[in-house]
């Protein structure tokens, strides 16, 4: 594995192409979950300059905390609620312009502005995790950001067990 990232670009769209490639060598041949998300959070923390940036784990009826970089955040979230639940639950990526403007909101942080939510799939198809993002700033994350971060976890499907 790499053990330095380099970080290029002067839009997104580029930051994003130059983060994807060195991301997934960065998980390469990682067998274990939590390194290779640990080490993805802390290369998107690298890239971009975001407030928080991390993933929550699927465990029964819950989201747990996992890796992330960022301030302390709350350690669980139940199916459907929140934007991270709520992505879950629809298995689809969520932008938010507006925290204050989604209903049920979870505020971890009162600095966070505007927030993604993209779930992550095992070999099978289920939502086994999410990774969510937060911003300072209102509405910091569109399509691009949805297109690369849904690459971005295709990558990772392998490293969750399949559920009978
Ligand atoms: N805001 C999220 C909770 C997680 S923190 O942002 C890290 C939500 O509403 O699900």
Redesign the pocket.
Known sequence: MAESLIVEGSNKEERYQALLPQAEALIAGETDLIAALANLTAALAMTFDWL?S?F?LVKGEQ?V?GP?Q?PI??TR?PHG???????WAQNRTLV?PD?DA?P??????SA?RS?I?VPVHDAAGRVVAVL?I?STELDSFDAIDARHLEALVAHLSQLFPVAN
């Open positions: 928080w991390g929550y989201l905390l992330f960022g955040a709350c979230i609620r929140g934007v991270c639940g709520s992505a938010v925290v989604f049920g909101h979870i505020a971890c942080s966070a927030e939510v969510d937060d």
